[in-house]
């Protein structure tokens, strides 16, 4: 409880250091280093609020324009394919099965089929038309400028400047630009496929077994409703 008192201004971080503590303490327990009583039993972590920010398209293409090409190829992945960063960042050419992108969710386990059409497939000919042309070309879909893998520091990196940038740039966007994560094109990918197909092809877009964690979780524009008359 001290801990989560002292830490509160990070809500989230402190939660999750509290469930390490709790696995690890019960994990000693089970290999029998200790029979003390789980320390973190009946300690409530801190209430998170529902995440609420929608990246609009002007704030999605007013960030793109700051960023570098490899940086672009990454934010048009995580939105078109709506997956984490951890996933999006882990696509390989292997993963390419004819018409058909595999996704393996991290987090899950779960398996994802995506068609590829549209814009994911032109976002893949252009990747592998810049990888054409590094002398040695990594054969994970996201690379930095010299071929090699984009790893989630190098991307965390590119993406805080290219955001910095733009914001600076955009004085009638900056709030709505500094407020933006990476993570909230996982949310855009839900909103816009709900608006265009419907909820349920937004939870299966993102790899859901209820919509219900769709809504809940990620579906932050309101549902379209019409007016009486």
């Known amino acids: 409880k001290i801990f989560l008192d002292k830490h509160k201004d990070k809500p989230t971080t402190?939660?999750?250091c509290k469930r390490l503590f709790s696995t690890i303490w019960n994990h000693a327990r089970g290999w029998g280093y200790t029979d003390a009583e789980n320390p973190c039993k009946g300690i409530m972590g801190h209430e998170l609020k529902k995440r609420e920010v929608y990246v609009t398209d002007a704030v999605l293409a007013a960030v793109r324009a700051h960023a570098s090409p490899q940086l672009a190829d990454a934010l048009d992945m995580a939105y078109l394919t709506g997956q984490r960063p951890g996933d999006t960042v882990l696509m390989h050419e292997?993963?390419?099965?004819?018409d058909w992108l595999l996704v393996g969710q991290g987090k899950t386990g779960k398996r994802l089929r995506l068609l590829i059409t549209g814009a994911l497939a032109d976002l893949l000919a252009r990747i592998n038309e810049r990888k054409a042309g590094c002398k040695e070309a990594s054969g994970y879909l996201l690379v930095k400028k010299d071929g090699r893998k984009m790893t989630r520091d190098a991307l965390r990196y590119q993406y805080d400047k290219a955001?910095?940038?733009?914001?600076?740039?955009?004085?009638?966007l900056d709030e709505e630009i500094k407020k933006m994560w990476?993570?909230?094109?996982?949310?855009?990918?839900?909103?816009?496929?709900?608006?265009?197909?419907?909820?349920?092809?937004?939870?299966d877009l993102l790899?859901?077994?209820?919509?219900?964690?769709?809504?809940?979780?990620?579906?932050?524009?309101g549902k379209i409703v019409v007016p009486t008359k």
């Open 163 to 172: 955001r910095e940038s733009a914001a600076a740039g955009n004085a009638d």
């Open 182 to 203: 990476f993570y909230d094109l996982r949310a855009k990918a839900a909103d816009d496929s709900a608006d265009a197909r419907g909820e349920q092809a937004a939870s």
């Open 14 to 16: 402190a939660n999750r």
């Open 94 to 98: 292997d993963d390419i099965d004819g």
């Open 207 to 221: 790899g859901h077994d209820s919509v219900k964690t769709t809504r809940r979780h990620y579906l932050r524009r």
